[in-house]
């Protein structure tokens, strides 16, 4: 009894957890790219596990960008405005 209401509790926690990552992901062409969180307003790639934000993405803004944008251009000369599209507000 005591191994299925773990189990159980489990399982819900994985489906909230899962529910909530939808408005946090990116496309698989795509990077993570945050911006102001803490480090002066620089950008920088997001830390992904599975398509998931990272932690160094906890205070600013998340924005998807294309990972040949991103390649051909470089994170200095990147526009978030124009080339990416803005994820989540933090």
């Known amino acids: 009894m005591h191994f299925s209401l773990a189990s159980a509790s489990l399982a819900i926690i994985l489906i909230a957890t899962g529910c909530a990552a939808k408005g946090t992901t990116c496309e698989s ?3 993570v790219i945050c911006k102001g969180n803490g480090n002066g307003g620089l950008l920088s ?3 992904i596990a599975s398509g998931l934000l990272g ?9 998807c960008c294309s990972e040949d944008d991103v390649e051909q ?5 990147l526009d978030l405005n124009a080339q990416c599209s803005l994820n989540r507000v933090l």
């Not at 932690?55 to 924005?63: H, P």
């Not at 251009?73 to 000369?77: A, E, F, K, V, W």
């Open 45 to 47: 790639l997001g830390n």
């Open 29 to 31: 062409n795509q990077v």
């Open 73 to 77: 251009i470089g994170l200095i000369n």
């Open 55 to 63: 932690e160094n993405c906890s205070g600013g803004d998340v924005y």
